[in-house]
């Protein structure tokens, strides 16, 4: 921005140079004028070709990433190398470090005071995605790849059933070899796992009955068994019959029967053994694991909880700083919860009345069939209610569908308890709201509403989709993301809506929060863990003594926190940035601040850093005021 003022200055100049020489020598009027057309023209110049060669460069790293990963290309909807898994290899996360090294080359070779705004934050953002991504190699072990939370073990089935599309025959062919092919990828995963263990970097003790567990429930069902057909069967199965109904595509019957047969055969050959051999070796794995679950316990696990803060926050927050917040923030919601429970009665403490919200039965539906299917429909009902009333809140809203449906069975035990789903790159396929209901008391009516918006409407759906459908950005910010921005929105999004009257019942409004305390104490349990060296049952009791969330609620949660360092934190302090921004915005502009401009100004860059975020609003005030 400072170079285009200087080339506009410096255009304005010349200009006023050949007015005065045309009023002093006539003879000479055209030489003036000429030289600042050329040095307007060549500064134009300069500035589209850097645009374009930024642009072009921006396009060439995304797709070069989305090329290196077969697993993306599904995610994103396209029908390419649909027969393979990633490379979970060294080898591959080497090269992956010599590309980044290439492309920050190339990045930095291109001249950024040439370009346009636009362009300059997309430059910004690559140049610091990639420096951040060549300083953090050396990190690249310090993770669990198979948790209760995620993993490759889980991920494998979950692509397959809700991102591998069948519309054509080869896209069933691709389905049996990506069975066919799990071995490598397996063998791949357990080579990940050796090095960690080496490193001294093995899952926590109670991991593994999670992960041993689940892996073993991916390969039950017929046609491992004599049981019900194997949730992969199913799909696989399901998908057929659909494409079937096509009768361009000419799938006949003795088409589908050799299709069907090779799915069986590759799912008990291939896919058994690789679910087997990596049981196997969890199973000798586990007597290593130990029950101290901070990453203090790593080498430099200190150094990279730092650097796990900075990224997921986005901000230079120390752990100290970051627990402080939380402490503080759990006192204000806990007297916004007395308030509430002064309103309907209730007669006892705080605790009293939380231990009333965690029991009474009234709160939680039957955990059958019925009780589930009402829990989803009431959660569809509430989202499509707000969608409606979309207009009062935001002008640009997202294109994409969503769809609200259960945590799969397979999975549904060990998994957090609500999670969302981006589209696929056309909007052909919804956005996924997930709702965990194996245990439905853990999911209480009253936390509902605040669930539905979170997840979906106004919430992650909103969101991501849009970040998605934006015009006129790279597609490396349309699908990249900043923890804190994307869940700090999603945060954001569960209070929103009762500025604009919901949450009329007093117990969902408990619930909102109880759902903003519940990210609160996320931020004293991670830093507790992981800085503080507080053991998984002091996460658990804190969890239980300041909130009214179930116990398996607090267990989970902790678990998260132990698999996952840092990454709870980002909820409360991106939404605390946001209301910050928008109360700074409002004080500023009086009659001229719009909340629905407001929401137009964080949501229409894509997700982005927080001081990026900071910025973006500053700038809009600034033209609000100037206007």
């Given at each position: 921005m400072t170079q285009k003022i200087i080339i506009l200055g410096l255009l304005a100049t010349?200009?006023?140079?050949?007015?005065?020489?045309?009023?002093?020598?006539?003879?000479?009027?055209?030489?003036?004028?000429?030289t600042a057309v050329t040095a307007e023209s060549a500064s134009e110049a300069a500035q589209t070709s850097a645009d374009e060669q930024a642009e072009a460069f921006f396009e060439e790293v995304f797709e070069q990433s989305v090329a290196r990963s077969p697993e993306a290309q599904t995610f994103l909807g396209r029908g390419t190398n649909m027969d393979k898994w990633d490379d979970l290899s060294e080898a591959f996360s080497q090269e992956s470090l010599r590309l980044s090294n290439e492309n920050l080359a190339k990045l930095t070779a291109i001249d950024a005071s040439q370009l346009s705004d636009a362009n300059a934050l997309s430059y910004a953002l690559m140049k610091q995605s990639l420096e951040d991504s060549i300083a953090d190699h050396k990190w690249r072990l310090?993770?669990?790849?198979?948790?209760?939370?995620?993993?490759?073990?889980?991920?494998?089935?979950?692509?397959?059933?809700?991102?591998?599309?069948i519309s054509s025959l080869k896209d069933a062919e691709d389905y049996i070899a990506r069975l066919n092919n799990i071995a490598p990828y397996f063998d791949q995963l357990i080579d990940g796992l050796k090095a960690r263990a080496a490193a001294g970097i093995i899952p926590p003790k109670f991991v593994f009955p999670h992960i041993i567990r689940d892996s073993g429930n991916i390969i039950k069902g017929a046609p491992f068994d004599d049981g019900e057909p194997n949730t992969?069967?199913?799909?696989?199965?399901?998908?057929?019959?659909?494409?079937?109904?096509?009768?361009?595509?000419?799938?006949?019957?003795?088409?589908?029967?050799?299709?069907?047969?090779?799915?069986?055969?590759?799912?008990?050959?291939?896919?058994?053994g690789a679910y087997e051999k990596l049981i196997a070796y969890l199973t000798e794995l586990e007597t290593q694991a130990t029950t101290d679950d901070g990453i203090w316990k790593w080498e430099n696990g200190d150094e990279y909880f730092n650097v796990a803060l900075a990224r997921t926050t986005t901000t230079d927050l120390t752990s100290e700083q970051i627990h402080q917040i939380g402490l503080d923030e759990v006192a204000r919601i806990h007297d916004e919860m007395r308030q509430i429970k002064e309103a309907v009665g209730f007669e006892g403490d705080l605790k009293q009345f939380m231990q009333f919200m965690r029991d009474d039965e009234q709160f939680y539906y039957a955990n059958d069939e019925e009780g589930k299917a009402r829990y989803l429909q009431e959660a569809t009902d509430l989202i499509e209610t707000l969608k409606a009333n979309l207009d009062s809140m935001f002008i640009t809203k997202p294109k994409a569908d969503l769809k609200v449906q259960a945590v799969e069975a397979f999975r549904e035990q060990s998994a957090g308890k609500a999670f969302y789903q981006r589209p696929s790159e056309d909007g052909a396929r919804p956005g996924l709201y997930y709702a965990n209901l194996y245990d439905m008391k853990a999911m209480p009516t009253y936390q509902m509403e605040a669930l539905a918006?979170?997840?979906?409407?106004?919430?992650?759906?909103?969101?991501?989709?849009?970040?998605?459908?934006?015009?006129?950005?790279?597609?490396?910010?349309?699908?990249?993301?900043?923890t804190a921005y994307i869940e700090g929105w999603g945060l954001y999004s569960e209070f929103l809506p009762k500025e604009f009257g919901y949450y009329s019942d007093p117990y969902s409004d408990f619930g909102r929060l109880a759902m903003e305390l519940w990210r609160a104490c996320r931020l004293v349990v991670d830093t507790g863990i992981h800085s503080?060296?507080?053991?998984?049952?002091?996460?658990?009791?804190?969890?239980?003594?300041?909130?009214?969330?179930?116990?398996?609620?607090?267990?989970?949660?902790?678990?998260?926190?132990?698999?996952?360092?840092s990454q709870a934190t980002a909820y409360k302090i991106g939404m605390l940035k946001i209301l910050e921004l928008r109360k700074a915005a409002k004080e500023s502009l009086g009659d001229k601040f719009d909340i629905r401009e407001y929401h137009d100004e964080v949501l229409k860059f894509g997700p982005v850093p927080l001081n990026v975020l900071e910025t973006n609003v500053n700038n809009w005030v600034a033209r609000k005021l100037a206007s």
């Open positions: 010349l200009a006023a140079c050949g007015n005065q020489s045309t009023s002093t020598d006539a003879s000479n009027t055209a030489k003036p004028e000429s310090y993770n669990y790849p198979v948790n209760q939370m995620f993993g490759t073990h889980s991920s494998v089935p979950s692509l397959l059933i809700n991102q591998h599309r992969l069967m199913t799909d696989f199965n399901g998908k057929l019959d659909k494409l079937a109904e096509n009768e361009e595509i000419g799938l006949t019957d003795e088409k589908k029967a050799e299709l069907v047969a090779a799915a069986e055969t590759a799912l008990k050959t291939s896919f058994k918006y979170h997840e979906g409407v106004p919430g992650h759906h909103m969101q991501i989709a849009i970040s998605q459908e934006l015009e006129g950005i790279p597609k490396f910010r349309k699908f990249g993301g900043y503080k060296k507080w053991t998984r049952e002091q996460g658990i009791a804190y969890y239980v003594d300041n909130t009214p969330n179930a116990e398996s609620d607090a267990v989970k949660m902790v678990e998260r926190h132990i698999v996952m360092p």
